[in-house]
Structure formats: structure tokens, C-alpha cells
């Protein structure tokens, strides 16, 4: 069987599954991928980052003031329930013990999973509802209940193609392609390519915003092979 890597993987799968659980290295675009790879465009998105304060009530809802009253508002976790669109929870190893309480119901079995708001309103998930997870650890640092909930556990161990073709000049993608996949500490995520990229072309000197944004060690590495990119590319001023 020919070996696929994670994006080939990623394009399979994600448009036929309801549960799905993305992991590796922080700025590969796993982010990216759950929100807009192979979603309808009639599809509605909530998307949530969590992390050890945030409370369940930012994912259930609660009441707000209006005027003289309080008005139920529903938190992301409910409106993809109701309306079938896909809750993306973002970096959810961080979530607390009060956050996983209502993720075990959330995404439980379509079929008996219900909650109960605080306005007494029982609600169930609409059937065409999906979920997906993004950390940067591995799944075993999930509680088994929680790894349960999702079928598919993929490694996202490689930038996303795409994001580089569509954001880096052409004459840095295998530079940036190479750098982004590295795992050391020679490894330049997207996000730092982008902020080098914008820096430069506000007119900051190329040494400044390499120093600044990679550090001695990673600069010292890359300048000469970018200035010898940047001499076949006129336009870019490094």
C-alpha cells in the first residue's frame, strides 16, 4: 500500500466523518484544516479555543442582561447543535474537569445524547452536527473517555501545502517547506514566516526583522540561503 502523509489523509477522511482528533507540532494549520477543508458551504462554523479557565458555560451558554431581563444566549457547543454545523475545539488537552464533563455528553452518541439548559429546555444534536479537535500534545495525554470520542486520531506532523502555496512568495516555499517540517530547534513555523514576510515588506531591514523574529542561531542559518532566493525575485527587498 502506497504511504500517505497527513494531508492526503486529512482530505480523505475529514469530509466523511462526524469526530475527528488532529495532534502534532503548533502552527502546521490543523486549525485550518477542520474549518475549512471539505465543510458545505452551507455549513455553519463555531469554533472555540480552550484553555484551563475557560468555563463550560462559554460552550453551553448562559444569561445575559437585556434591558431589565436576563436573555439565554447559546454558547458555540449549542448552536452547532442545533443548526448541524461543526464545533471545532481548539488546543482541547487544556480543557478542565468542567469543560470535559459536558464534552463527554456533547459528543457522545447522536442517538441518546441530550442536554438540559438552565431555561429547562432539553436539547439533542442535529444529525448532520461534527466535531473536530485540534492539541499540540498527543492523544494519550487525553483522558481515555475523552480519546473515545473520536474514531480518527491523525498526526499532523507537516505544514499544510496549500497555506504555504497561498501565502509565501514563490521563490521561499521550498525554504519555508523545509523549515516548517523541521523537527528542531532549526524549525520556523508558518505564523513566524508570515510575521518575517509582513516585516519586510513594511520596509524593515532583513537583519533586524531575522533577529528579532528568529533569533541569532535560526537567522545566522537561513540568511545567506534567502538572500540567494531573494536575488532571483527582484520585487522582494531582502
Not at 438540559?116 to 444529525?127: K, M
Not at 502555496?165 to 523537527?183: E, M
Request: net charge negative; glycine share 8%; hydrophobic share 40%.
Amino acid at each position: 500500500m502506497k504511504a500517505r502523509d497527513c494531508w492526503s489523509l486529512l482530505e480523505g477522511i475529514l469530509p466523511h466523518t462526524r469526530r475527528a482528533l488532529l495532534y502534532g507540532p503548533p502552527g502546521t494549520g490543523k486549525t485550518h484544516i477542520t474549518t475549512y477543508l471539505g465543510l458545505n458551504d452551507s455549513k455553519q462554523v463555531f469554533s472555540i479555543t480552550l484553555d484551563e479557565g475557560t468555563p463550560s458555560a462559554e460552550l453551553r451558554g448562559f444569561f445575559h442582561p437585556k434591558g431589565h431581563e436576563f436573555v439565554w444566549m447559546d454558547g458555540p457547543a449549542i448552536m452547532a447543535w442545533r443548526t448541524g454545523g461543526d464545533l471545532i475545539l481548539n488546543e482541547i488537552n487544556n480543557a478542565s474537569q468542567e469543560v470535559l464533563t459536558l464534552l463527554y455528553v456533547l459528543l457522545d452518541d447522536p442517538a441518546t445524547a441530550r442536554i438540559t439548559l438552565p431555561t429547562g429546555e432539553t436539547v439533542a444534536p442535529h444529525p448532520d452536527f461534527r466535531a473536530f479537535a485540534t492539541m499540540n500534545g498527543l492523544p494519550e495525554d487525553l483522558p481515555p473517555a475523552l480519546q473515545d470520542r473520536f474514531a480518527v486520531h491523525i498526526h499532523v506532523n507537516k505544514t499544510n501545502p496549500e497555506a504555504i502555496k497561498a501565502l509565501i512568495p514563490y521563490r521561499f516555499r521550498a525554504i519555508v517547506r523545509k523549515t516548517c517540517d523541521l523537527t528542531d530547534a532549526r524549525r520556523v513555523t508558518l505564523r513566524e514566516w508570515l510575521a518575517f514576510f509582513k516585516a519586510l515588506e513594511s520596509g524593515v531591514h532583513a537583519d533586524i526583522v531575522g533577529l528579532s523574529i528568529l533569533g541569532e542561531q535560526r537567522w545566522g542559518g537561513l540568511r545567506e540561503t534567502l538572500l540567494l532566493a531573494a536575488a532571483e525575485t527582484p520585487s522582494t527587498d531582502i
